[in-house]
């Protein structure tokens, strides 16, 4: 019996299941990770929050459904944000439950207050928040809650 050859082979033997096991150990971390490729749905929400965290107006007001689009215009919109006393700081996705056409979404909101009462000069804060998403023309629109 040749030694060499046989550590040869299982050598090649003990690398074929190394080779599975890496691919399969990769797979499952694709699979498990909590980014946004191929997810449009967290795609078009993260993009909500990093576009009212920005004050990029134009692209979260782009985001809100159609049907909110229709009753309430850009400017107003943008009023209605000026108005609050409260700016955000942050947005950090929890997790979601889903149905075909609507979908709830969690977030952990970190939030700042300027001036909330005599003496201080800001309140920091964070906050949970879920929020609603409608899928209508194919497409994942943000849903305010009523006011």
């Known amino acids: 019996m040749n ?38 749905l967290l795609e078009r929400a993260q993009l909500r929050w990093d576009s009212l965290l920005s004050k990029d107006l134009d692209t979260a007001y782009s985001l809100y459904s159609p049907g909110y689009r229709s009753k309430k215009s850009r400017v107003d919109f943008e ?7 409260v700016n955000w700081t942050s947005a950090e996705y929890i997790d979601r439950e889903c149905s075909e056409q609507r979908c709830l979404m969690r977030y952990k909101i970190g939030f700042v207050v300027r001036q909330p009462v005599p003496g201080l000069d800001e ?11 409608i899928k209508t023309r194919g497409e994942w629109w943000y849903v305010p809650p009523k006011q």
């Open 3 to 40: 030694i060499k050859r046989t550590m040869t082979a299982l050598n090649a033997k003990n690398f074929g299941r190394f080779a599975v096991l890496t691919a399969l150990m990769l797979l499952v971390s694709a699979c498990a990770g909590t980014g946004t490729k191929d997810d449009p």
């Open 79 to 85: 009023i209605d944000l000026r108005m609050k006393r």
């Open 123 to 133: 309140f920091r804060n964070f906050s949970f928040v879920e929020e609603t998403w």
